[in-house]
């Protein structure tokens, strides 16, 4: 599926905008129940260690903390400027890092380790380079060479001069926000970043090693306009970042309480956030990058586009990786594991959290098991999200189904998109068109079985758009 071209079919877009998962797992996380516990999660990372050929591991740690609330910003996180609190976080991650460990056989390697947030600088690079150091002593950590080591950044915190300290620890890839270099709309969502700082930091990351960098940007923030996107599309094009993620902003005030300083006429209109996007990509189009799936964008020689290249591209909770074959662990608050057929959560709340790992017990608050039937899902889910298509046989042999039978009803949803010219299907399989590559979630959804088809069920997701 990987293409530098992608159709923009507005009238498509809109009329497809409608809520939807990210389908960074299947199950979605609604799904889970605390019917799942710490005892579940002990069965299944003990059955995980059976395998004839033992699965390597990734492991994703949650930094919950930031300086200062972004009023864009859903993600799990506390304002704090008391550094005090991160050094608190840790004491308790480590032990939980502990508990973890001793779960897995030591012939699991870890070959992916990501920290995310929040804000993971908030933590200083002594503290980063610690909590990797734990990590190395309890789990065996694939050779630096080998080992994808990545860390979210935010520029505004974090001097230049540190990040020499980041690659000694063994941080090879850096995530930086970026979100719209606008001052209108950077003063709208309380994010004040210069071009300066930003440029400072990608410059100290390649010149200390780290080999891919990203660029997040936001479209459909509030003054946002073509002009100014334009220049900030300009100003991040000219140092060429290896990959780009170009998110869809979701204004959820009932859900984020940050979003209730962002006044709705201040947001631009549908037509106007669907030009942006537009604009997105194409400029990334024609500067070379590889449109990988979803709201990502990679350099044809990085990873991400050589994995999905090779059919080896995955999906979950950290986003689009390279790690497919892996079990993932999540630690610290509010993260998520999938070990084998199964999903577990940690409390989203940090004192039930500190809770659990004060007497002692792996902090899971819910989880799920996967039937057959979610297995089958998330395979057929997985292939969309990652590659844009389908083989009905290769699935049918991988679970013993006939798919057409099995799907019945999802073929009768695909025959509508394919009538909007989405998909192209066909007797063995089916493709998503250069139209409907940018509504991947949408042709996924046809095979949901927990998505409410009640026009009236509360909406749990973002718009596809």
């Not at 996380?29 to 260690?49: H, K, M, T």
């Not at 073509?226 to 869809?248: H, K, Q």
Request: proline share 5%; net charge negative; charged share 25%.
């Amino acid at each position: 599926m990987a293409t530098t071209t992608t159709l923009f079919d507005s009238d498509l877009l809109r009329r497809y905008d409608v809520p939807g998962p990210r389908y960074t797992s299947y199950p979605t996380a609604p799904q889970f129940s605390s019917g799942f516990g710490e005892a579940e999660l002990r069965r299944v990372a003990e059955a995980s260690n059976g395998d004839p050929i033992p699965r390597p591991l990734s492991v994703y740690v949650h930094v919950p903390f930031c300086t200062s609330p972004c009023f864009y910003c859903g993600c799990n996180r506390i304002i704090t400027r008391d550094k005090a609190r991160g050094e608190a976080y840790l004491t308790r991650l480590y032990r939980e890092i502990g508990m973890m460990s001793r779960l897995f056989d030591r012939d699991r390697e870890v070959v992916q380790l990501h920290f995310g947030g929040g804000t993971p600088n908030f933590l200083s690079p002594a503290q980063l380079a610690e909590t990797v150091d734990v990590m190395r002593r309890h789990f065996p950590l694939a050779r630096d060479a080998l080992l994808d080591c990545s860390i979210e950044l935010d520029p505004r915190f974090i001097d230049p001069a540190e990040v020499a300290q980041l690659a000694d620890a063994g941080f090879n890839r850096a995530s930086l926000g970026v979100q719209d270099f606008d001052p209108a709309v950077q003063e709208a969502v309380n994010r004040i970043q210069s071009v300066e700082q930003t440029m400072a930091v990608i410059e100290a990351c390649r010149a200390h090693g780290m080999r891919s960098i990203n660029l997040d940007l936001i479209y459909g923030l509030p003054r946002q306009t073509l002009a100014g996107f334009d220049r900030t599309l300009d100003t991040v094009l000219d140092v060429r970042p290896d990959r780009f993620a170009v998110y869809s902003y979701a204004h959820l005030p009932g859900m984020f309480r940050a979003q209730r300083h962002i006044r709705a006429e201040d947001l631009p209109t549908p037509e106007v956030k669907l030009a942006l996007l537009q604009r997105a990509i194409e400029r990334l189009g024609q500067a070379g990058y590889v449109y990988i799936g979803m709201d990502h964008f990679a350099l044809p020689e990085d990873d991400l586009a050589r994995a999905q290249a090779r059919g080896g591209l995955h999906r979950n909770f950290m986003g689009y990786t390279t790690c497919a074959d892996s079990d993932l662990l999540g630690l610290g608050v509010s993260a998520i594991s999938h070990i084998g057929n199964s999903f577990s959560q940690n409390p989203r709340d940090l004192q039930s959290w500190e809770q659990a790992i004060d007497a002692g017990r792996l902090p899971v608050w819910r989880g799920m098991h996967m039937d057959d039937d979610d297995v089958l899902r998330a395979d057929v889910i997985q292939q969309l999200m990652c590659h844009g298509e389908l083989d009905f046989e290769a699935v049918g042999r991988r679970h013993v189904i006939d798919f057409r039978e099995y799907f019945a009803e999802a073929m009768q949803r695909l025959t509508v998109l394919a009538d909007d010219g989405l998909v192209e299907l066909g007797t063995a399989g089916l493709r998503a068109t250069s139209r409907g590559k940018l509504l991947l979630r949408i042709i996924a959804m046809c095979f949901d079985r927990y998505l409410p088809r009640a026009a009236s069920a509360p909406v749990q997701f973002s718009r596809t758009v």
